[in-house]
């Protein structure tokens, strides 16, 4: 069964700093997905990485694919606090999410 | 282009009763999944449906639990008798093509079993 494992689960960070979430897993998959959650509301995609070495960016985040290692991550720059959400991860296969990351930006 | 619906957005019930969510994807959109998703954590994938066939619904809980999608449009997930362990936000997603890709959801359903 193909299990998707993010880490941290729970982040606080400044504004400003950088930091990086990953999302581990288990069986071969050649395109992963990011997704926000805002508290209280429904999930948005971020970034769909299409194949091994697909990065993408916007804004402050950056994703991208290593199908190898069976590893993608989700890095954070000079974060804000308009960042503040739950990000979670889903793997090509069958649409499985990750437990996700609940990022707090404070000032 | 209209999101993807879904109705009722809140509903409370007591438990052994039953309840209904109604969701209509993005027009042309084949592919229709219903997640659960329990409060602090990941959405958990119930049923897939490609067209009007299900591809995946392993881990739909098929003693309570039914979903259905007519025409290949709109579809209905239902569950009778509900347990308090139902209480979810129940989240309906579509996607274009054939098969998995990006998922478009709609705002949700949140059910409170008493």
């Known amino acids: 069964e193909l299990k998707v494992e993010q880490n941290p689960l729970f982040l606080s960070m400044q504004e400003g700093k950088n930091y990086t979430i990953y999302c581990n897993y288990s069986?071969?998959?050649?395109?992963l997905y990011w997704y926000r959650q805002d508290p209280g509301k429904s999930l948005e995609s971020l970034f769909v990485?299409?194949?091994?070495?697909a990065v993408k960016q916007e804004g402050r985040l950056m994703a991208s694919l290593d199908t190898k290692a069976r590893l993608s991550t989700l890095h954070i720059t000079a974060a804000v606090h308009d960042l503040s959400a739950t990000y979670f991860c889903?793997?090509?296969?069958?649409?499985?999410f990750g437990a996700g990351t609940r990022l707090t930006v404070k000032p | 282009e209209a999101g993807v619906a879904q109705s009722p957005r809140y509903k409370i019930i007591e438990k052994r009763q039953s309840v209904a969510f109604w969701c209509n994807p993005i027009s042309g959109h084949a592919t229709l999944y219903w997640y659960q998703q329990i409060l602090g954590q990941g959405p958990k994938l119930l049923i897939q449906?490609?067209?009007?066939?299900?591809?995946?619904d392993s881990q739909l809980p098929k003693d309570r639990f039914s979903a259905e999608r007519l025409k290949g449009v709109d579809s209905t997930l239902k569950i009778q008798p509900a347990k308090l362990e139902d209480s979810a936000v129940y989240l309906c997603?579509?996607?274009?093509?054939?098969?998995?890709?990006?998922?478009?959801f709609g705002e949700g359903s949140r059910l409170t079993v008493l």
């Open positions: 889903a793997v090509n296969n069958d649409m499985r």
């Open positions: 997603a579509s996607s274009p093509g054939a098969g998995p890709g990006e998922l478009f």
């Open positions: 069986t071969t998959s050649d395109r």
């Open positions: 449906f490609q067209n009007n066939g299900v591809v995946d």
């Open positions: 990485l299409l194949s091994n070495g």
